[in-house]
């Protein structure tokens, strides 16, 4: 019998495709970047980008690479996810994190931690959400718990049973193998702060079972738990830490940090105006037009997280990654996530804190292109030209010549 051949690598999309969408072939980087707000949704441009991404010589993009892996469906964006993760494995441009090991069956409530609670967390993906899961021995069988929490909904999803030791430890290794979200095993009395917190933010009448079921795990609550990051970092000494937090910006190349974006809504007012800047006919000199433009960015880089409630929740964000990153082994990566968490919650200017000055850039960037693509996409679908769009398309004109 003949073997199949190999499948063939995915042909480049047409340059008029590629410039509608505002993707720049020379710049392979930055079109992973701008797809990946909307993974999955175009597997040619996505499996075109990353084919290209592996031939550069960027730590940061193996970790872009990594994070998407998890969300790619289509087969042959994810084969050439790991052909370029190979490629940059080889020229030692990253190389694969550390995977978190199922807990072993003494390890899940074993003998010595009988009377024990266990507790488990995943990363916090781009939408604020993330899995938590408890454990504890009962009567000859395992009392658990796994949730979903979301930073604007609380309570998501929430299970409660009783299970075995053996089944637990085959759920840990399928969520961490097959599903692709790692679940690293963390101090249970802030799992149980946490889903407590949640909880109390979940819509009145939902879940109504969760207070109960934590009852059952831990009888004995914990009180003012310390966040699990200060079970491994010197918060005091992170804190004086400069370099770590000027590094910050290199935790976008790390799976539990790299996706994350602003959300949209939050943007709605500043890609409004930066919009208007960039269309408008007031404006004749291209000049002024970009000063204006870097002005208008330079405003939303400082203001975009500067409300509390938003600082408060990056923050978060910063402080439970500089957690998981420091149980893998990451620890100046680690660092500089906890001290971006500290520098956000003593006030500092958000332009001074690299990592979140980075994300708010390529938030407001990446739905400047989606504005963009909708209003091309809207453009063709008419066939009455208003006499502003002539305008524009002439000055446009005028300036390319």
């Known amino acids: 019998m003949s073997r199949k051949k190999n499948a063939r690598a995915p042909e480049a999309p047409d340059a008029a495709r590629l410039s509608a969408r505002g993707l720049d072939p020379a710049d392979p980087r930055a079109a992973l970047a701008s797809l990946a707000s909307n993974w999955g949704s175009e597997p040619e441009l996505e499996a075109w980008a990353v084919r290209l991404s592996g031939g550069l010589d960027d730590a940061d993009v193996g970790g872009m690479l990594h994070g998407l892996q998890s969300r790619t469906k289509a087969k042959a964006v994810h084969r050439e996810i790991k052909r370029a993760l190979y490629k940059l494995e080889q020229r030692g441009h990253w190389s694969p994190p550390t995977s978190p090991t199922p807990p072993s069956a003494r390890e899940l409530l074993g003998p010595d931690v009988e009377d024990a609670p266990l507790g488990w967390l995943s990363p916090i993906d781009p939408t604020g959400t993330r899995l938590v899961w408890m454990a504890r021995r009962s009567a000859g069988a395992v009392a658990s718990l796994s949730a979903v929490l979301a930073e604007d909904h609380g309570v998501r999803e929430f299970h409660a049973g009783k299970t075995t030791r053996k089944a637990l430890r085959e759920a840990h290794r399928e969520i961490a193998q097959r599903s692709g979200i790692p679940l690293t095993e963390a101090p249970w009395e802030w799992v149980y702060e946490l889903i407590r917190r949640a909880h109390e933010q979940t819509k009145e009448g939902q879940h109504r079972e969760v207070p109960r079921v934590l009852k059952t795990l831990a009888p004995d609550a914990p009180r003012d738990p310390a966040p699990a990051v200060d079970s491994l970092l010197d918060r005091a000494s992170v804190a004086e830490d400069e370099a770590a937090l000027t590094a910050s910006a290199e935790l976008l190349g790390q799976p539990e940090v790299g996706a994350w974006l602003l959300p949209l809504p939050w943007m709605d007012e500043t890609l409004g105006k930066l919009s208007e800047t960039e269309s408008s006919l007031l404006v004749v000199s291209p000049t002024a037009q970009e ?14 997280l500067d409300d509390g409630a938003r600082r408060e929740r990056f923050a978060d964000r910063l402080e439970e990654s500089a957690f998981l990153l420091a149980k893998r082994g990451a620890t100046d990566h680690a660092r500089s996530s906890l001290a971006a968490a ?60």
């Open 342 to 401: 500290i520098a956000a919650r003593g006030g500092k200017p958000i332009a001074e804190i690299p990592v979140l000055a980075e994300i708010t850039r390529r938030s407001i960037a990446l739905g400047l292109q989606a504005r963009a693509t909708k209003k091309v996409e809207e453009e063709k679908s008419s066939l009455v030209v208003t006499p502003q769009q002539a305008m524009a398309e002439e000055q446009r004109a005028r300036r390319e010549r």
């Open 291 to 304: 000063e204006r433009m870097r002005e208008v960015f330079d405003e939303a880089i400082g203001n975009l």
